[in-house]
Structure formats: structure tokens, C-alpha cells
């Protein structure tokens, strides 16, 4: 067990510590944008009219709430893992903390296996080359590789990269937002549809509204995977709460924004028809611009940045849980000279390159649909954490660390749990997605408790402070 000293200032691991606030706040800014306001625009648009906004605020709600507790649980245990060690430490129940973990790495591998996927699709648009399902395939996986490389060389290098790509994905939707109200303030919109709810005949506006913020919630995410980041950043404590809660900020006014200025110049109905929104939106407020083009290969930098930025979530939640014993030994391995969880880079890649090749062969309905499972695999997962939350209380730490009012984890908890549920009219096939990945981690479970059978149940007391 780890001292109190060790725990308090931090310095008790094996990974490179490199993230300071600048690092760390892109990582958690171009984590939320991703690849999802990108698509979303048009779909949130669909189901709310013109009030597209609307969705988005009320998601950045409930993901405040639940990163107020993710913020609580990093600076009291700053620790790789994250939510499955939150919850390992709060019920000790191997079989639960399991699943957590595995919910959270099929979150982070399913978004990777498709925006690399994506990552392929766009370069071959951008080089003018019309691809068929197998030379996309052979792209993803290549794609795939190159950034397990990246990942091994080290969190310096991947930072970076993260650094480069952020700063191109927030390029193309500040250029979304500057042409958007440029050509607002030549006359070319129509702000009447911005506060119209015209929703479908056979939703209410509440019902509506609910089903677009699970919706758009899918773009709000990606806030929790910096906890996995906490043993590769200097003085988490410290830096975690004002960063993250930035970073959550300046995503939700983005997002507003963007979707202000994509129903504003672009009818509800044409804008929701479109597979590229965002470039509807500067071709109509700059005709003269090469957009068909230019935002392609935007894109395709974003959709790169997501996969980066979960393969290594994913690789540090292995990581992370294995030193924690709930997963074999040998996924806790760290390289002595990059210092990187090579063994648990080998095998998330290893998922991942699996999850391309099942993607490829899905039919489109399924493809379509994995974004809402992410999204809905995760409500269920900030549940458990905003509960862990209020578990926790009893167990004290010697160190100062951030704590929020008790009756924000019940809010967070309580609205989860109903973004979950079918009422807000989410699709079938995403839960049964969501349950034949469950259904795998069960599999999974069974054969890590055949390889270490003294992990029945765990004592939260033993557990690495």
C-alpha cells in the first residue's frame, strides 16, 4: 500500500508525468469535440427544429453534474482507472467493478474502431479516390497501428499529437462560427427558426428535447477520460477541477454556437437531410470557398484525434486496473525506457483492430448506432460513479481534495439513470448492442476469474491508496 505522502503528492507511479494545464486542458477540449458535433448538427436539429441549442445545453448539464463527481473522485484518488477504480473502491465487488471497466473500454475502443474507420473513408475523399468497403478496411487497420505507435513511443509524443490535432479540429468549428456570423450580419438568416420547436407530430417538445440530449450527449462526452490520465499529470489535485470544468465550458458555448449559426442559415429539413452538416453550413456562407475539400480533411484530423485520445484512455484503464488486481498482472507492464503500459497498448489495439474489422462488415443501421451505444453505455456508467460518490464519504483521505454538495451526485445519478431508459425513444438496436457487449465482458469476467481465482471479491481496504 502506498503511503500518505506518496498519495499526497502524487508521486507513487510508474508512467511519465508530462500533463501540465495547457496539456491537459486541450486533451479534455479536443476529447468533447471529437468527431460527434461534426455529424450531430443535422440529427439534434431533427428531432427539436430549430432550437437545436437547446439539446446541447441541457447534455452539458447532465455532464456537469456527473464530472463534479469525477472530480471529487480524481483529486481524493488520483489514480489511472477511473471509474471502475471508483467503483472497485466503493463496493469492492469484483464482477461490478469488471463490467464498469469493460463498459468503459468498449466506450472508448467502439469510438476509436469508428473514427478510424472514418479516418480512412476521408482520406481517400480528400485524395480524390473513391474506395471500396475493403481498401477502407486496410486503411482503418493501418491507421490503427500508426497510432498504437504513437501511444507506445510515449504520452510526450501522444500529448503532442493531441496538441496538433485539437488545434485543427477547433480550427474547422471556429471556421463554422466566424463565416456562420459573418454571413448573419449580411442578412442571410432567418433567427425565427433559431427558438422554434417543430418537432415530430408524434413527440411532445418535452419528449423531443429529452430525445435529443441523449442525442447530444454523445458530444459531451469525453470529459471522464481524462481521470485515466491523472498518474501522467503534475499535481492533479490541484489543476484537475479548474481545468476540466474550463474545458467543459468552452466546449458547451462551441457547441451553442455552432448549432446557432447551422439553423440560423440552413432550413431544419435540409440541414437535417445532410451526412455533412457543418460544410452545408460554410458553403452557404461562403460560396467562393473550397469547402467540399477543406473540411473533409478537417475532419479527417478530428476523427484521428478521438482515436488517439481513447486508444490511450483505454491502454490506462487496463493499466490502471491491473495494478489494482482486478485484471491479470501482466496488463500492468510499463516499458522501462518510453515508460508507456505497453501490455495493455498491445491488447487494446488488439480489441480495436477487431472491432474495425466487425464495424466494416456491419450493416449501416448498426454503424449508425454506435455512437448512441457509446453514449448510453457511459450514462450507465456515470450513474454507478455518482453514487460512488456518496459511498466514499466514509472512507477520509489526509489530503485535501475537491468535494462537491451531496445533492449534486443524486441529480447526476437520477438523470443518468433516465437517459437510459427507452422513454426518451432511443433506437432498439442500441441496447441490443450495448447488451451483446455486455454480454462479452461477462465471457471475459468468467476467464479472468479462472486466471485469478483469489479475486472473488475484493476489500476495498486493500486496495493501492
Known amino acids: 500500500m502506498a503511503t500518505a505522502e506518496a498519495t499526497t503528492t502524487g508521486q507513487d507511479t510508474q508512467l511519465k508525468r508530462v500533463m501540465g494545464p495547457k496539456l491537459l486542458l ?20 431533427a428531432e427539436v427544429g430549430g432550437a437545436a441549442w437547446a439539446p446541447f445545453l441541457v447534455a452539458f448539464a447532465v455532464a456537469l453534474l456527473t464530472a463534479f463527481s469525477y472530480l471529487e473522485l480524481v483529486t481524493k484518488y488520483p489514480k489511472a482507472a477511473g471509474a471502475a477504480l471508483y467503483v472497485h473502491k466503493a463496493f469492492g465487488v469484483h464482477f461490478l467493478t469488471f463490467i464498469i471497466c469493460f463498459a468503459v ?3 472508448g475502443l467502439t469510438s476509436a474502431a469508428t473514427a478510424s474507420n472514418a479516418f480512412a473513408a476521408n482520406l481517400f475523399a480528400a485524395m480524390g479516390m473513391k474506395a471500396d468497403a475493403g481498401m477502407v478496411t486496410l486503411g ?16 510526450s509524443e501522444s500529448v503532442k499529437a493531441n496538441v496538433v490535432l485539437t488545434l485543427i479540429e477547433l480550427s474547422g468549428l471556429l471556421l463554422v462560427i466566424g463565416l456562420g456570423f459573418y454571413a448573419i450580419a449580411g442578412g442571410q438568416a432567418d433567427f425565427s427558426r433559431v427558438v422554434a420547436f417543430d418537432t415530430p407530430e408524434d413527440k411532445s417538445v418535452f419528449l423531443a428535447v429529452t430525445s435529443a440530449t441523449a442525442l447530444a450527449f454523445f458530444a459531451m462526452v469525453g470529459f471522464e477520460d481524462s481521470v485515466n490520465m491523472a498518474e501522467e499529470t503534475h499535481n492533479p489535485n490541484k489543476i484537475f477541477p479548474k481545468v476540466m470544468l474550463t474545458g467543459l465550458g468552452i466546449t458547451a458555448v462551441i457547441y451553442v454556437l455552432v448549432s446557432i449559426c447551422a439553423v440560423a442559415l440552413i432550413p431544419v429539413g435540409e440541414l437535417a437531410a445532410s451526412k455533412t452538416p457543418l460544410v452545408l453550413v460554410v458553403q452557404r456562407a461562403a460560396p467562393g470557398l473550397p469547402m467540399g475539400t477543406i473540411m473533409p480533411i478537417i475532419s479527417m484530423f478530428a476523427v484521428a484525434n478521438s482515436a488517439l485520445i481513447n486508444m490511450m484512455m483505454a491502454s490506462r484503464l487496463l493499466y490502471g486496473m491491473s495494478r489494482q488486481g482486478v485484471l491479470p498482472k501482466f496488463l500492468a507492464s510499463v516499458h522501462e525506457r518510453t515508460r508507456t503500459p505497453w501490455a495493455a497498448i498491445l491488447f487494446t489495439t488488439a480489441l ?5 474489422i ?3 462488415n ?7 448506432s454506435l455512437g448512441g451505444t457509446t453514449a448510453l453505455l457511459l450514462l450507465g456508467v456515470f450513474a454507478f460513479v455518482n453514487v460512488a460518490v456518496l459511498v466514499l464519504r466514509r472512507d477520509k483521505v489526509e489530503h485535501e481534495h475537491f468535494r462537491i454538495q451531496t445533492f449534486f451526485p443524486w441529480l447526476g445519478a437520477i438523470a443518468c439513470i433516465f437517459l437510459v431508459t427507452p422513454v426518451t425513444g432511443r433506437d432498439v438496436i442500441q441496447y441490443q448492442v450495448a447488451g451483446w457487449l455486455l454480454l462479452l465482458g461477462v465471457v471475459m469476467w468468467g476467464i479472468t476469474m479462472l486466471v485469478n481465482r483469489n479475486h472473488a471479491r475484493l476489500d476495498p481496504s486493500k486496495l493501492e491508496d
Open 105 to 107: 473500454m468498449c466506450s
Open 352 to 356: 480495436g483492430l477487431g472491432l474495425i
Open 26 to 45: 486541450l486533451f479534455i477540449v479536443g476529447d468533447i469535440l471529437g468527431t460527434g458535433v461534426y455529424a450531430l448538427t443535422g440529427q439534434v436539429a
Open 362 to 368: 456491419s450493416d449501416s443501421e448498426a454503424i449508425r
Open 358 to 360: 466487425l464495424v466494416s
Open 140 to 155: 482503418a487497420v493501418g491507421f490503427m497501428l500508426l497510432v498504437m505507435i504513437v501511444n507506445f513511443r510515449g504520452v
